[in-house]
């Protein structure tokens, strides 16, 4: 049996995208670090991504216990409506879209 390396027990294995961002949040430019996922929805046909936002002072003050608010993503040249959601017990707020994700697709 063939061992797993470190990076194949990351929990951060299965992201589509997990890296540096900007949220734009009430014209709020905000520094951030996300983890998405995305998957296209064979219901309506729309790719819809999901995830969280890493712990940040700075999108907590603005955001404090909110549970949807509209922001934009970007990562990279690419920039997406989306919405930021609850915060969890670690500081984390989840964060949703659906269009083509702010990340390359493979």
């Known amino acids: 049996m063939a061992q797993r390396s470190a990076a194949d027990r990351s929990p951060h294995a299965g992201a589509d995208y997990h890296g540096a961002a900007t949220l734009v949040v009430r014209g709020v430019e905000v520094p951030v670090r996300l983890e998405l996922r995305g998957y296209p929805e064979p219901t309506d ?3 819809r991504w999901v995830g969280r936002v890493e712990a940040n002072n700075a999108l907590t003050e603005i955001l404090g216990d909110e549970q949807r ?3 934009v993503v ?3 040249a690419d920039a997406r409506p989306a919405v930021v959601g609850d915060r969890d017990l670690w500081d984390r707020y989840r964060i949703m879209g659906k269009s083509t994700p ?3 697709l493979p």
């Open 45 to 47: 046909g729309v790719y």
């Open 102 to 104: 702010p990340y390359p």
């Open 69 to 71: 608010t509209a922001c």
């Open 74 to 76: 970007r990562a990279g």
